[in-house]
């Protein structure tokens, strides 16, 4: 693996137009999954009289602030079916847009540090099998092998005691992802609206008719909501609540440097996750805040403790300086799977509570939301993750599985 030239931007990326007094649908929210829905919207059922509302810059919030994991060894076979259903259409993805997205398969790695850790990493890997998802496990020195800047010695407060590898995991440029997703679903003729905030929504009865917005009321048939940590307040406007919190997440990067680091590694026990982009910088995060708030920059507590968890694994690090920090708002439910499908109004539909899943879902979760919408139906791999299976008990715990932050 060595550094990649970016090939030049092009001049134009997608109109900027003003918004129209109707749509067919309108989706709250130019993130990656509003952006990603509004695409398969348009190319997997010709509906291209769409809407994509951005109070901001498209892209501005969680997609622009996130450390760009992608993976599919999720513990459940609801979370594999759609996380995997994902990951092909990344493996495709550049092609389908084409557009260079710098998706990079150069494999995870989520270490073992205790007994309890071998045994239930042991266990994601056998259900990953059967799942159809590559996943191995693999010892302390082939830990080493995959990683050999990874410090594997017995003298740390936490030693490695092995971990579970899935190749086909990776990276992207998520800026680019992006830009690829909006570029095509603005040919195919749906309006990208930045500047937009919703205010409100109309209703007829139980039903959704049209949104409020900063920029004049706009009727639609059908609303999608995508917005991560804001969502509980768009529910709220709409009458109903969702069982979701919202965090800040922080991450990091180093100033440049050579390629040293092969693979993206992950530690739920020292609680640190590392790899390196294309032009160098070391990118790392760690989990949640534990408090609720909407905040979007770093503090210097949690900055510190997560340089001391990378120095701990990779001494190497020990004397790279810090570039940047940034945080995100993560929408985080009770049992850490996502919330996608139809809610208690009649034409709205609702895309949450992915927690640090958000960015590896983005094509797997458009092209669900997409189809739920389309067929006013969920497709089978969101049909459980449904809102009510909070009040039915059909929970998909996936603490184990969402590494670190969770």
Excluded at 277 to 291: C, F, I
Excluded at 346 to 353: A, F, K, R, S
């Amino acid at each position: 693996m060595g550094q990649r030239e970016l090939p030049e931007h092009p001049s134009f990326l997608w109109h900027n137009p003003d918004p129209k007094p109707s749509y067919d649908v309108v989706i709250v929210g130019g993130g990656g999954h509003g952006l990603a829905t509004a695409y398969y919207l348009a190319k997997n059922h010709g509906i291209t009289n769409v809407a994509v509302l951005e109070r901001g810059w498209l892209a501005g919030g969680n997609m622009a602030r996130n450390t760009t994991i992608i993976r599919s060894n999720y513990l459940w076979d609801e979370s594999a079916a759609i996380y995997e259903h994902s990951l092909k259409l990344w493996e495709g993805l550049e092609e389908d847009l084409g557009y260079d997205i710098f998706f990079s398969q150069r494999g995870v790695l989520n270490l073992a540090h205790t007994l309890q850790d071998v045994r239930d990493s042991v266990r994601r890997v056998e259900a990953n099998r059967l799942n159809g998802v590559d996943a191995e496990w693999v010892t302390p020195e082939q830990v080493k092998e995959l990683c050999p800047i990874i410090n594997i010695g017995q003298d740390i407060r936490y030693p490695v005691m092995g971990g579970t590898y899935q190749p086909r995991a990776g990276i992207a440029k998520h800026d680019w992802v992006a830009w690829a997703y909006a570029r095509r679903a603005s040919e195919l003729g749906v309006d990208l609206i930045q500047n937009c905030e919703v205010t409100g929504f109309t209703m007829d009865g139980d039903r959704v008719t049209g949104v409020r917005t900063n920029r004049g009321d706009i009727k639609a048939g059908r609303v999608a909501l995508a917005a991560a940590g804001h969502t509980s307040t768009l529910t709220e406007m709409a009458g109903f609540r969702v069982p979701i919190q919202s965090h800040p997440l922080q991450a990091l990067v180093s100033e440049l440097h050579e390629i040293i680091h092969p693979t993206v590694v992950m530690s739920n026990h020292v609680h640190v996750y590392v790899s390196q982009a294309h032009k160098g910088e070391l990118v790392m995060g760690a989990g949640v805040d534990t408090y609720n708030g909407y905040g979007q920059r770093g503090s210097f507590h949690v900055i510190e403790h997560q340089m001391s968890a990378a120095v701990e694994l990779f001494p190497a690090f020990a004397r790279a300086h810090l570039l940047r920090t940034w945080g995100g708002i993560v929408d985080v439910t009770l049992d850490a799977s996502p919330i996608v499908g139809l809610t208690p109004v009649e034409g709205m539909y609702i895309d949450c509570g992915w927690g640090t899943g958000g960015f590896k879902a983005v094509p797997g979760a458009g092209f669900a939301l997409a189809h739920t919408i389309a067929h006013d139906e969920p497709h089978d791999l969101n049909r459980p993750f449904a809102l009510d299976r909070f009040v039915t008990g059909a929970l998909i715990d996936e603490h184990g599985a969402a590494a670190v932050a969770h």
